[in-house]
């Protein structure tokens, strides 16, 4: 017997879709009694992805943070990941990961809702072998204290 995807009772039809309607998350989340206040800058690249671009994005759109380095590989607006179906594929006997959920950030529009997260101070990626990104934003920290 094959189990369901998920709960059924946790979804609902409507428009042709399904929504994944009872979440813990699905609701605002309260800070904590006494939140860091200070500035928060952040690095990203195209392997930020999945849970670290979700983080990325609620940080952009409630301007929370600076952002150093390349577009994320995930998207502002959500991605689709969570549950998958498994697919054999039956002569080049590839097995296909296809997603079944996908998750929208109620996000505001401050970036492309169809890109990555885009930071506000691009660092070229340069193959070297030396990384760069966290020489540039130590750099810019010490430079803009005076700002702070």
């Known amino acids: 017997m094959q189990r369901p995807l998920c709960d059924p009772s946790r979804v609902r ?12 998350n699905l609701k605002v989340q309260k800070p904590q009694r006494d ?12 392997n930020s ?7 990325a994005a609620m940080a952009k759109s409630n301007n929370r943070a600076l952002f ?8 502002f607006e959500g991605n689709n990941s969570g549950t998958f179906a498994f697919v054999n594929l039956p002569h080049s006997k ?20 169809d890109r990555g997260i885009l930071p506000d ?15 540039f934003v130590v750099d810019f920290i010490r430079n803009n204290r005076e700002n702070q």
């Open 121 to 135: 101070f691009n660092i070229p990626q340069v193959l070297d072998g030396k990384d760069k990104e966290p020489d």
């Open 13 to 24: 039809k409507k428009d042709g879709k399904y929504y994944w309607t009872r979440h813990k």
């Open 35 to 46: 939140p860091y206040q200070g500035k928060v800058y952040v690095l990203v690249n195209g």
């Open 68 to 75: 150093f380095g390349q577009e994320t590989g995930g998207a």
């Open 94 to 113: 590839l097995t296909l990961a296809i997603p079944m959920l996908a998750y929208y950030l109620n996000v505001k529009p401050v970036n492309p809702l």
């Open 49 to 55: 992805y999945s849970v670290t671009a979700e983080f």
